[in-house]
C-alpha cells in the first residue's frame, strides 16, 4: 500500500510506494549528497530525467533505474496523463 516504510533488514534503507497521475512538470526529487535511490515503476509508465534534462529515462512497469546523488524528476508523462504507480528506495 501507499507509504513510506523502513526495510527491515537494513534500518538504513526507506522505501515509499506512491501512486500518482503523470503530468509534464512531474515531481521534484532530491537525493541527498553520499546518498543514492532506486527508482521502481510498478503500474504504467513514466519519464524520469534529471534536473537539467541531459539524462532522460522511460520506466514502464516493472522497469527501474538507480540514481545517484542531484535533483530529479520523476512521474513525468511519455504520453498523456496516466495513473502510475512507484516505488523509491533510499539509502
Not at 2 to 14: A, I, K, Q, S, W
Not at 46 to 72: H, T
Request: aromatic share 10%; net charge negative.
Amino acid at each position: 500500500g501507499e507509504g513510506t516504510y523502513n526495510c527491515p533488514e537494513n534500518d538504513r534503507v526507506t522505501y515509499s510506494v506512491n501512486e500518482i497521475l503523470t503530468s509534464d512538470k512531474g515531481i521534484s526529487f532530491n537525493v541527498e549528497a553520499n546518498h543514492s535511490a532506486l527508482i521502481i515503476t510498478l503500474e504504467g509508465e513514466q519519464v524520469v530525467s534529471s534536473n537539467d534534462v541531459d539524462k532522460v529515462f522511460i520506466l514502464s512497469e516493472g522497469r527501474f533505474l538507480l540514481v545517484n546523488e542531484g535533483l530529479w524528476r520523476i512521474a513525468m508523462t511519455p504520453n498523456l496523463p496516466a495513473q502510475i504507480k512507484y516505488c523509491v528506495f533510499n539509502w
